[in-house]
């Protein structure tokens, strides 16, 4: 697996937690990392890992975003754009072997994938303004 495509397997995962309890996290997250169509355990635990690291760290990530942003607090976004940001913003502030610009190109190859039209710079606009 590619660095993208690990990332967008978290993207996946995370994006699920907006539709189902969290109670339910873990059974999602075993149910996805079974669909994947991989022999690459290795990857796969990596995946693991991260998902249940961000999870912990969802409130401190969603509070970064409020503070930042004036008219677009976590309630009000666009629920790929919200996970785009949160996956952004952990590598950023929690994983220090990812360059930051690394880490606002892969967001915004993300929000042109997954997102809406006008995603991709209003994550780059965002993800600007917390940085600077």
């Not at 109670?23 to 990857?43: A, G, H, P």
């Not at 990596?46 to 999870?55: A, G, H, T």
């Not at 942003?69 to 913003?89: G, P, Y």
């Amino acid at each position: 697996m590619t660095r993208r495509q690990i990332r967008e397997h978290i993207f996946k995962i995370l994006f699920r937690v907006e539709f189902n309890p969290i109670d339910d996290y873990q059974e999602q997250k075993t149910m996805y990392l079974e669909s994947i169509e991989s022999n690459d355990e290795e990857n796969k635990n990596y995946i693991d890992s991260q998902i249940d690291e961000m999870i912990l760290k969802l409130e401190a990530i969603d509070e970064i975003i409020n503070t930042n942003t004036e008219k677009w607090k976590v309630s009000r976004m666009a629920k790929v754009d919200l996970t785009i940001l949160r996956l952004a913003l952990f590598e950023i502030n929690y994983m220090d072997e990812i360059p930051t610009n690394v880490s606002i190109n892969e967001a915004i190859e993300i929000a042109k994938k997954y997102g809406g039209e006008s995603s991709p710079s209003f994550i780059n606009g965002i993800l600007g303004k917390i940085i600077n």
